[in-house]
């Protein structure tokens, strides 16, 4: 563990969930660059659970980096079920950060992940029929964890974001309106975005092994994220401890 996460007092483990009840959307991509961000930049352990009961990319991506001999740092199990809650429990003692990708259109299985998670990540682009899909995923997530005691951070990360940029500001006027729909809504969107890049796309359709490059060893902006990800618990670490005073 590096000395910034030592002292960040993130949670043990820090359960992250991915959701949107869209599918195609970068959950996966998503969760395999930010499990590659935990394991290379902190050296954590990271577990990624493939819940999502339609499309099992995931699982099926994790099985053929590891059929080419590439080096995979973090684990993957494929638990696409309601229980979700009990693959998490069971695995929280050995690992620090749990990521789920809660798959698209379940929201059952979306729902079960969400009492147990420390974030909440609703992953959309810009389209305006994924953003769309923001408000039904974050009411889900709402009533989920009304039955739960755990405080769950929700904020929004923006995937496959047109890049146009002026004088170092995209201004691209998709990604511009779409934010500022989110932000209007109230959302606490991610400062930190994905780009709408081919090299995202051929990280997990591309080639692997024989010479190919491992397509995580390259964070991207995914480094980012992650940083922003664990920023509050880094905060609330070296927040001052103001002694109480009493008034005499
Ligand atoms: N930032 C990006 N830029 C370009 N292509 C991307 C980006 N992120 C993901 N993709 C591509 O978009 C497609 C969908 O991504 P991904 O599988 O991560 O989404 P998902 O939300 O998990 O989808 P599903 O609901 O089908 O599981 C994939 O082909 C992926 O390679
Ligand atoms: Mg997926």
Redesign the pocket.
Known sequence: MTKSVASANLPEPLVVTLG?LK????????AFFLASYFTTVHELRVLVIDA?P??Q?GYSWYRRLLKANVTVPFELIAFPSRHVHDCITDNAGKYDVIIV?A??ESADIFKAAVPSSDELLL?TSVSPSEVKRVPSTYRAAEEAAAESDKAIRVRVLM??VPVTMKNGVNVSTEYRSQRGNLEDAGYDVFEAY?????W??E???GEVGDGAENPLEDLGEYRQVGEELIQPYLDAALAPRIPLEVPA
Request: net charge positive; aromatic share 6%.
């Open positions: 949107n599918g195609g959307v970068g959950k996966t991509t998503s999502d339609l499309s990319t990708d798959g698209g992953v995937t496959k994905v780009s709408a890049w081919k995202y796309r990280a997990a359709d």
